[in-house]
């Protein structure tokens, strides 16, 4: 293999925020902090509340029934994980679908940038998700998102993402503790 794929895979990963660069010193693995998680989740609740928002206004019906069905089944595999069924293979499917829940509600507002800017945001996030996110949830978590933002009050569905996105950060955050405590 060339080095030129190498370097451009390693120049991506930096431009994603996973690895860090320095002159003569060579890269590495980016190491977070609670202020990059901090402030990627600000981002990252501004362009979901964003999103709920214009899916209030925007999705149809059937949309609606979607994402209805996939809430129920995200909180079934988080409720399969709170009931010790913790293995990695699952932690990992409900993860990767907890991914494609947002997607598919940023899909439903019509406008691709949001979704592009979304996606990209939660690769990030997606990693620390696996890692130290929460490994169970309140019973319908998401179907109660998805019932508020299926609503056509804007205020509401923005207000509903809000908490769940700042749920989200706060266990990512407790979980950065314990694992920096080794718990």
Known sequence: ????PVSEALQRLESDGLVESKPRVGTRVRVLTA???????LVREALECQS???????????ERRELACMAEHMDVLFNRSAAGDNDHELLYVANSYHFHLHLRIAECTGCNALRETI????????????????????????RELIKSISGSDTEVAEKA???????????????????????
């Open 1 to 4: 293999m060339s080095l030129l």
């Open 35 to 41: 202020q990059d998680v901090r402030e990627q989740y």
């Open 52 to 62: 709920a928002r214009l899916f209030a206004e925007k999705a149809s019906p059937r």
């Open 119 to 142: 996606e990209k945001n939660h690769l990030l996030i997606f990693n620390w998700l696996l890692r130290v996110g929460p490994r169970s949830l309140p019973p319908r978590f998401h």
């Open 161 to 183: 993402m809000r908490e769940h996105i700042g749920y989200g950060l706060e266990e990512v955050l407790r979980g950065i503790e314990r694992r920096v405590h080794g718990e």
